[in-house]
């Protein structure tokens, strides 16, 4: 079963920036997509970005131009590098993945931003 790790999140000023990591052990062959959401308080779980397994890249509106997702397929490692933060990010981060047989979800990391 695939296991995924995050790390990356904390707090940070309005105008900073962090770098999200989620590590994935276990079997990802057949892997489809991988992806980032969040849930601020009080909210649904929403879409940040979304990878495919061909690298094609996709963004919720409310983050385009500043936050990128990307890959690294010899490390089973997702990336979010999110700039410009603003207070409205705040939120838990959660990394997904999508493969044939299964979605898997990491345990969510803090992200803190102060204005």
């Known amino acids: 079963q695939v296991q995924l790790v995050e790390s990356g999140g904390g707090l940070v000023q309005a105008g900073g920036s962090l770098r999200l990591s989620c590590a994935a052990s276990g079997s990802t062959f057949s892997v489809r997509a991988m992806g980032w959401y969040r849930q601020a308080p009080g909210k649904q779980r929403d879409l940040v970005a979304v990878?495919?397994?061909?690298?094609?890249?996709n963004y919720a509106d409310s983050v385009k131009g500043r936050f990128t997702i990307s890959r690294d397929n010899g490390k089973n490692t997702i990336y979010l590098q999110m700039n410009s933060l603003k207070a409205e990010d705040t939120a838990v981060y959660y990394c997904?993945?999508?493969?044939?047989?299964?979605?898997?979800w990491g345990q969510g990391t803090q992200v803190t931003v102060s204005s």
């Open positions: 990878i495919s397994s061909g690298g094609d890249a």
């Open positions: 997904k993945y999508g493969l044939a047989y299964g979605v898997y």
